[in-house]
C-alpha cells in the first residue's frame, strides 16, 4: 500500500480543472510527492507536474476541457465509463454516497459521488476510500487506458492510482486478509 495516503489528495489535485492557484502551488506539489511518493510517485506523478507547470494555464484548460469535459471515455467519473447513462449507474452513485455517509464523510452537493478526484479526498482519509479505489480498480484502469489513446499524460496520475492500489491488495493478501475488491 502506500507510504503515506496522502498521496491520494495530491493524486486528486493534479486531476483538478487547472488554474493559476493550482499552478502557483505546483513547486509544493512536487517536493510532496517526492517526499511520500516513492520511486513510482516520482517516476508517474512528477512528469504531470512538470508538464503542468510548463504548459501555459489557457492551452491547459483547452487540453483539460477537451479530455475530460468533451471525452466520453476519458471523464473521471468513474462510473460512467462502464455504465453510462444507464440504470445501474444510479445504483452504484446511490452505493458510493452511501458509504461516504457510512464513514461520516460530507461529500460537496455540486459533484456527483463517483468523480475520480473526490474519490481520492476520500481515500487519503479513510481506509474506506482505498477500499473504494479497489473497487472500481478496473473502472480507473479503463480511463486510463483511454487517456493512454488520447496520448494524455495525465493517465500517469490514474496509472500511479492503480499501482498502488494492486500493490495495496497483494499486500492485504500476502498477510492473510482478503482483497476488499
Known sequence: MVKD?????ICSYLLQY???????????IKE????????????LLLPVVEYLQKTDTDDLIT???????????TNLYVTYAIHGEQRERGAALLEIKQIYQKAGWQMPDDELPDYLPLMLEFAALSDDGIRLLERYAEHIRAIAEELAKADSLYQNVLRFIILTVEAGREESIAMGGRSHA
Open 18 to 28: 487547472p488554474d493559476e492557484k493550482m499552478k502557483q502551488s505546483l513547486e509544493t
Open 63 to 73: 487540453r483539460y476541457v477537451q479530455i475530460f469535459d468533451f471525452g466520453k471515455k
Open 32 to 43: 510532496i510527492i517526492k517526499e511520500i511518493g516513492g520511486e513510482t510517485g516520482e517516476h
Open 5 to 9: 495516503p496522502a498521496i491520494y489528495k
